[in-house]
């Protein structure tokens, strides 16, 4: 029994009951429909909210994946009662059906392997509850490969018995075959009906009495006239007799198998019996979910607090087409409330709601209220309900109303919630409103959470004089002389009396009579109270206005986001699937690159070869991984189009094309150019041959590279000399004149080489030492001597 135990006359005053009958018809199996009869509220904060999780599971689980593959199958109680006598033997159906309820489970493991992740689901719940199943693999195969759905034996049950009955099946056609030689020869004649028939298990032919002295066989039977005998012919007798044989070796080994299978299923008792819980469960849980579907119900809030706030809330006994939703708020701002009133209002379907949606809450059910609506966790819930139009008519005497009473006083804590309906009704109403404002300090000194209707006035200046408690009243419509149903808190009830009676025809001076009658001071407290309820219900519409514009702006959001990510999918993809396309190519183009070098390197190992390798072919191999790579961006639209649209700042990483180096942008300088650094130089460069790349990317790029360097000399290059002079050139020339300059004496093999830049302002002289300490292929750089030029030279030796 799922719950705990709480006073069971409050599950039916609120008609619990009816809500465990429809979860039980959503159920599959016997065990999960006795679950949900059987259901009952829990009374801690921790089981209530265990049991919703597993709820929202489902719910989950549902919306992906749909239900799971659950089909009925019989109570296997008695089968596990029959297992349980040692000798005893399963039938072929006892055991077909442990074999569905296994194919059950192993359908369920199958339906529910796969990555809760991978539909940002948890799932933690029903994972858990199927995560210690050991499934008896070799028995469920067996057991698959023996029975059919009926409960019949397979011939694949064993080789024997597929054996058995293939020479049955031969033996019996060829019976049939000589048997049908009779139904045409000139034998036909003698026979009562062109047919094959069988007595006592054996096949034979109606022959004509007349002819029995020309028709030789045994008589195995004979027609009620007598005038036809079932005779089976003498040739057949043989072949008949190794059909009975056949028979009783089948029977032998069918029952050699159930013997063999019902040890084995013995064996595996308990577990079947933990995965018919288990299945059980599942179908249950599944239950709840199918029913919150059904209801359009949402997951409530749990609080610690007894604390309840219903967004919406609807009663789910009453037709979704005509119920009223309300919200109902106990325990934040109040702990008592106190509908007042005229009957026919809906105050007892009010009551009523609040009590069964707390019950279906505390019982892991998903409520009929909108998102947000919160509940607590109440030990006992009590109610006195007089259902005089309620769902369930119950005519109630002021004796039983007090009896009900006394016995909450006597049981009612504070963890408990109290609903009490017309309080201190069928007596006196003075002596039954006294009684009523006694009765609710009593259970004020208890510290419950209370909701109570009334219609006598006097308790409207209680909920107004008292800490935390409120007034609460139904609409009633004067218009059309009918209540809406909708619960208005904060705002006492008043009579329609007079505006009714008017509308209904009542004579004017009859009305005046009856004002003037009435103390000025209670009918200002009357035309104060309707004032301050039709500014109650302008704020309410007003509040139900802007919640719909609000639900319309988060639907017209998450449209508007899911179009956004569908954009943003797309062109990902087009952008990843061109940087490809370009990579290929680049592929391509650094394997021409390797080959021309591979040649060159042929080259200087041929000893006896005088070829003269000029500078601008070995430089040429470098040059043409850039010249291809702008080449691909050129042929690719979508990198340009993506390049187009990217937007540099100050301080970005961007790559210069034109040099292949990464460096940092240091000046917007307007007209789409940029001042870029790359190390000691800065230069001007268009924003069509910058582009820009990722922090990431940067990082990597900025990290230096080991190379080594093969240091031969077989090559001959004579074009490239052993020193450079960068005197008299500007500082951006010089610098880029510079890195060309090492990349050739690196490409050329030098050991080392002279950079003259002269003394003086030492602009150059102090960027080309800044240049050396970035590069990672230099390994010492320092002034030539006094001789060769001093500080106005600088002697390069390379790694």
Do not use: C
């Not at 239900?67 to 006598?85: F, G, H, M, T």
């Not at 493991?109 to 933690?124: A, Q, S």
């Not at 394997?591 to 500078?615: M, N, P």
């Not at 050329?748 to 590069?775: C, E, M, P, W």
């Amino acid at each position: 029994m799922e719950g705990t135990v709480m006073n069971s006359k409050i599950l039916k005053t609120l008609e619990f009951d009816k809500i465990t009958s429809q979860l039980s018809e959503l159920t599959v199996t016997d065990n999960a429909q006795n679950k949900a009869r059987n259901l009952l509220p829990h009374k801690t904060y921790q089981g209530v909210k265990d049991e919703l999780v597993k709820t929202l599971d489902a719910v989950n689980l549902l919306r992906i994946k749909g239900r799971l593959p659950i089909v009925a199958y019989q109570d296997i109680s008695p089968i596990i009662k029959r297992l349980k006598l040692e000798k005893a033997t399963l039938n072929a159906k006892e055991l077909s059906t442990i074999s569905l309820l296994l194919l059950i489970m192993r359908d369920i493991l199958t339906f529910l392997n796969f990555n809760p992740k991978d539909y940002e689901l948890g799932l933690n719940a029903l994972m858990e509850l199927i995560e210690d199943v050991e499934l008896p693999l070799e028995l469920t195969k067996r057991l698959e490969k023996t029975f059919d759905s009926e409960g019949n034996v397979l011939d694949t049950a064993s080789q024997t018995l597929k054996s058995i009955r293939h020479h049955y099946q031969k033996t019996e056609d060829n019976i049939r075959q000589q048997m049908e030689a009779y139904l045409k020869g000139s034998t036909a004649n003698y026979l009562s009906e062109a047919i094959i028939t069988i007595r006592d298990n054996r096949l034979v032919l109606p022959v004509k009495a007349s002819y029995r002295g020309k028709f030789g066989g045994i008589v195995h039977d004979q027609s009620a006239t007598g005038q036809t005998l079932f005779i089976e012919p003498g040739k057949i007798v043989d072949l008949n007799n190794n059909l009975q044989e056949l028979t009783a070796r089948e029977k032998m080994e069918i029952r050699r198998i159930l013997d063999e299978l019902t040890n084995w299923t013995r064996e595996e008792m308990i577990n079947i019996q933990t995965i018919d819980e288990k299945i059980a469960s599942l179908d249950f849980i599944q239950a709840k979910a199918l029913l919150a579907n059904q209801m359009k119900a949402v997951e409530p809030i749990i609080n610690n607090k007894h604390a309840i706030k219903l967004n919406k809330a609807r009663h789910p006994l009453i037709d979704p087409e005509k119920v009223v939703a309300n919200d109902i708020i106990l325990g934040k701002d109040y702990d008592f409330m106190l509908i007042t009133g005229p009957n026919t209002g809906g105050k007892t379907i009010s009551l009523k709601t609040v009590g069964l949606l707390q019950l279906m809450a505390q019982s892991g059910l998903f409520i009929s209220a909108k998102e947000y609506s919160e509940v607590g966790v109440f030990s006992e819930i009590f109610a006195d309900i007089g259902d005089e139009q309620s769902i369930e008519q119950n005519l109630s005497t002021f004796s039983s109303h007090m009896d009900n009473i006394i016995n909450i006083m006597s049981e009612a804590n504070q963890d408990s919630l109290i609903l009490l309906d017309e309080l201190g009704s069928g007596t006196d109403p003075e002596e039954g409103s006294d009684l009523a404002i006694s009765i609710l300090d009593h259970f004020k000194k208890l510290q419950v959470k209370l909701m109570a209707t009334t219609h006598y006035p006097e308790l409207k200046l209680y909920a107004y004089n008292r800490d935390r408690t409120t007034n609460a009243s139904m609409e009633f419509d004067v218009e059309s002389l009918s209540p809406t149903y909708h619960l208005l808190l904060g705002v006492p009830g008043y009579s329609n009396a007079f505006e009714i009676a008017k509308r209904l025809g009542m004579p004017i001076d009859v009305i005046e009579q009856a004002k003037s009658l009435r103390q000025d001071q209670s009918s200002d407290l009357n035309d104060m109270i309707k004032k301050l309820a039709d500014e109650t219900k302008k704020a309410t519409e007003l509040k139900e206005d802007f919640e719909q514009k609000v639900e319309e702006s988060k639907d017209i959001y998450e449209k508007l986001n899911q179009g956004l990510d569908f954009y943003h999918r797309n062109v990902n993809r087009e952008i990843e699937q061109a940087k490809e396309k370009a990579d290929e190519r680049l592929k391509k183009a650094q394997q021409q690159a390797d080959d021309i070098i591979k040649t060159l390197q042929v080259y200087q190992q041929q000893a006896r070869s005088k070829v003269d390798v000029k500078e601008d072919q070995l430089i040429a191999a470098k040059g043409q991984l850039n010249q291809l790579r702008d080449s691909n961006l050129k042929q690719n639209k979508v990198l340009r189009r993506e390049k187009k649209k990217q937007v540099i700042k100050q301080n970005d990483q961007v790559k210069v094309l034109a040099y292949g180096q990464i460096g940092t942008v240091t000046k917007l300088l307007g007209n789409d150019h940029f001042e870029v650094q790359i190390g000691v130089l800065k230069v001007k460069v268009s924003s069509k041959d910058l582009e820009k790349i990722s922090q990431s990317k940067a990082a990597k790029s900025s990290q230096p590279k080991q190379q080594k360097i093969k240091k031969t000399r077989s090559i001959n290059l004579r074009s490239t000399r052993a020193s450079l002079d960068l005197r008299g050139q500007r500082y951006d020339e010089a610098m880029m004149n510079l890195d060309r300059y090492i990349d050739e004496a690196l490409l050329s093999n030098f050991d080392s080489v002279t950079i003259i830049h002269g003394i003086g302002t030492g602009a150059i002289r102090s960027g080309v030492n800044q240049y050396l300490k970035r590069n990672s292929h230099v390994k010492n750089f320092g002034y030539a001597p006094e001789g060769n030029g001093g500080s106005g030279a600088t002697i390069v030796e390379f790694k």
